[in-house]
């Protein structure tokens, strides 16, 4: 039978004493029995609070700005937007443009939805022309509705002719 050793080295995670892997393993397979042995050795300890995260529960570090993650996080990773904020997991989340909206944990400004009477254009919310409505998360122009007896035309809302 012969034995390989694999040394990982995963940042964030400092291990007591070596993680035997007697099969070969996949890395994200090594990194689970990592995580796995991490959280037996760290039962005694007080888990991170909400909106931080960490391995031990004294070293607990803050959530970037506009982001949370539940009690007991022990990855960045899992720090996610707050609403009407969007960004990567563990990173700095941005504010949704105009005053827009967004479900908890939203990863592009795609899923930002803007306010009623204004649509999104490149990734700006855009305010429909005057006397215009649209519903909460248009996504075009096209979405913006002129009133009754009037119609679009180079983006503004036209009388129609009187017949």
Known sequence: KITTWVTVSVKSVRMEEPLRVDQPQSISAVLRLVRKDRRERNQNCVPCGENTYGTDGVNCQSC???????????????????EN???????????????????KGSTTVTKCKCKVDHYMKSEECKQCPSS???????????????????????????QCPQQ
């Not at 904020?85 to 479900?103: D, I, L, M, R």
């Not at 913006?144 to 679009?152: A, D, E, F, N, R």
Request: proline letters at 6%.
């Open 64 to 82: 970037p700005n506009h982001s949370t993650s539940p009690s007991g996080s022990d990855e960045l990773t899992d720090c996610v937007c707050k």
């Open 132 to 158: 215009a409505t649209a519903n909460e998360g248009s996504t075009s122009l096209n979405q913006c509705k002129c009133p009754v007896q009037h119609y679009m035309k180079n983006e503004e809302c036209k």
């Open 85 to 103: 904020y969007y960004g990567a997991a563990g990173t700095e989340c941005k504010a949704c443009p105009g005053g827009g909206t967004s479900e």
